[in-house]
């Protein structure tokens, strides 16, 4: 992994400014230790992955030709595992830059996407990518396995770094039986993020919600506009590290 950056924290966000403040949660070893867990957990997964890429390819192409983006916008697939999300960008023409931490599944998106540029990154380090990096910034199946501080302040990254929108896949609801076990094993975060319409934690991040629909694999999908940026910058709360 690259060396750890500073987390910026929007945990104490107001109406006008939901992205301002300080989460740190986010530095603390409570939250390392989460993060270390979730790593080894992907990172042991990896070999089960083609079943998932299989699964959700065609629902990621499906949703990019319905929207139809320009390829000249520039993606930033956030937590890009295996890279699914990204060779759909990546097959219309955009050029995406992907993150992750789980170095199995980065090394099996690299030999998918040798022209990507993806680094081995966590979240807490999206800061070090200057506001309005990127045209797009898109997550999949990220943020139901997330905990609230750390799900917040990725949408508010998410909107930070992006110019035009922010495109979210992720479970709209409680999924069947097998969703529930195989989330379950993941950890405990995805019954919360399920129990809330996904309207609500985006606008808890400046996002709006202007379009949305539903996949064929109990997955739904959110395009997002980012709010517009929340001076003062996002702050920085101390040193991080998984
Ligand atoms: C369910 S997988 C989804 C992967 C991919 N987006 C897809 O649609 O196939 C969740 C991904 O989030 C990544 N992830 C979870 N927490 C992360 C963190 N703190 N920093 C970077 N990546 C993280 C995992 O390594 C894993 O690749």
Known sequence: MSGAGRPPGPAAGTQDQPCRGAVPELDGARSR?????????FNRVAPAFHVIDR????????????????PALTVLDVATGTGTLALAFAERGHTVTGIDFAERLLAKA????PGADLR????????????????????????????????????????????RHVLV???????????????????????????RPFADLAAE?????????????????WLCRPGSLSPPPLETSGPTGT
């Open 110 to 113: 690299r030999r998918r996407l």
């Open 205 to 221: 991040a400046g996002l709006e919600v202007v379009l949305g629909g539903e996949t064929s694999r109990h997955g739904g999908w």
């Open 120 to 163: 081995l990154m966590d979240l807490v380090e999206l800061p070090r990518f200057p506001d309005r990096s990127f045209d797009v910034v898109t997550t999949a199946y990220l943020l139901h396995g997330l905990p609230p501080d750390l799900r917040r302040f990725t949408l508010c990254e998410a909107g930070r770094l992006a110019r």
């Open 169 to 195: 896949f992720d479970y709209p609801g409680p999924g069947p039986w097998y969703v529930r076990i195989i989330e379950a094993i993941e950890g405990p975060h995805y019954p919360g993020f399920v129990a």
């Open 55 to 70: 699964n959700l390819l065609p629902a990621y192409r499906e949703v990019l030709a319905t929207l139809g983006l320009d």
């Open 33 to 41: 230790a989460e993060r270390r867990r979730t790593r080894r957990f």
